[in-house]
């Protein structure tokens, strides 16, 4: 089998593989960049996979005159910059000593051991310059079934990295065959091992979250992660019952993971996930609307077109009833609206906490008369 794409041909890519393979070292495609040709799905990212030490991969690159950047050098990464080109290039690794944080890694000269310490047989696969896959665990039935599967022992994987707990629900909302259900073992293995996660950092916890929840249906994933006691570890307080009647609801919407956050609930996701101030202020916002009484229209004109969606869709799961007729074009006339009365009209009759208060008390009848009230009748 072999896999094919503009990123392989590209002539900067053809050119650093045959620097190394010149040079008497192995160069082979590895992780997603293999798995998502195989599928078919868009690659994003190009990582090389080499026998070759860090700094023979960073002279021969130089000497070739490529670009060269050691991104994690003590874990034996460098990014070169092949005629534009980004590839990720580590040599062939061992562990050594997990914690299940983080590992302490030997360098390998055996593809076979770079393999055995990758998390999914999915991504312990690897191609050659010319696209001839190599598949030295036999995850590539495991890819073409799409079960998302743990490399050897599913509770030893884990060990070495908790984080993986979260990866496994995510691959199988992303790439797994809903119909097969989830791995069994694996599952077994998440829930044995959930106490983990407590040593997680809540930076990692949400960078992963953050995937899970931006996968196209990743209801049935979080789901599961209920029943195991999982994302109750993740996100304390959280309910997963509405996300599925949320995704339905979405249709052909892109799908937001912000808005996925929302309709889960649970503690302030800010701090469990360690979300930016403006994530944290945007999902305060909308959670705060989905609890309001407000229209699609005065939530536009509120909370901007992305956010009052957002509220619309969460509160209609939540009811688990249609969003309100015309919702969108709804909101919309609220993003272009403008209040009709502002302080100047008010001044100088009105001055400080008097003219805040009258502006207030405007503000909401206006909005409750879903933005139709005019001049005159906010002013009467």
């Known amino acids: 089998m072999r896999i094919s794409g503009d990123w392989i041909d590209h002539p900067g890519t053809q050119a650093l593989c045959a620097v190394l393979t010149e040079a008497g070292y192995q160069a082979l495609f590895v992780g997603g960049c293999v798995r998502n040709a195989l599928l078919g799905v868009a690659v994003a990212d190009i990582d090389i996979a080499t026998d070759a030490r860090p700094k023979n991969v960073s002279d021969l690159a130089e000497t070739a005159g490529f670009h060269v950047v050691p991104t994690g050098i003590e874990h034996g990464t460098v990014t070169v910059i092949a005629q534009g080109l980004a590839h990720e290039v580590t040599t062939f690794r061992r562990d050594v000593e997990t914690d299940g944080r983080r590992a302490v890694v030997a360098f390998s000269t055996d593809v076979a051991e770079d393999a055995a310490r990758r998390d999914l047989t999915m991504n312990a696969l690897y191609a050659r310059a010319d696209g001839a896959v190599l598949d030295p665990l036999g995850g590539l039935p495991d890819l073409m079934a799409r079960r998302v599967r743990f490399v ?9 990295d908790y984080l993986r707990i979260l990866r496994f629900f995510r691959f199988h909302a992303v790439y797994g065959d809903p119909a097969a259900g989830i791995d069994a073992e694996g599952l077994a293995a998440c829930a044995a091992n959930a106490d983990g996660i407590e040593g997680l950092s809540r930076e990692r916890i949400g960078a ?24 109750a570890r993740v996100l304390p307080g959280s309910d997963a019952k509405a996300l599925s009647v949320l995704v339905h609801l979405e249709g052909d919407l892109a799908p937001r993971w912000q808005r996925r956050l929302v309709i889960l609930g649970g503690i302030d996701p800010g701090d469990a996930f360690r979300l930016s101030r403006v994530e944290t202020g945007s999902n305060t916002a909308v959670r705060d609307a989905v609890g309001s009484a407000l229209t699609p229209a005065a939530l536009g004109w509120k909370l901007g077109a992305e956010q009052a969606g957002d509220a619309v869709l969460c509160r209609a799961a939540l009811f688990e009833t249609l969003p309100p007729e015309h919702w969108q074009s709804e909101i919309a006339r609220g993003v272009a609206s403008t209040i009709p009365v502002t302080a100047a009209d008010l001044m100088p009759a009105l001055q400080g906490p008097a003219l805040g208060k009258k502006l207030r008390e405007i503000e909401a009848r206006w909005l409750a ?4 009230l005019r001049k005159s009748d906010l002013l009467a």
């Open 152 to 160: 050897g022992e599913a509770e030893a994987r884990i060990r070495e």
């Open 208 to 231: 992963e979250m953050r995937k899970l929840l931006g996968a196209r249906d990743p209801a049935p994933a979080v789901a599961t992660m209920a029943q195991a006691g999982i994302l």
């Open 369 to 372: 008369s879903n933005l139709y």
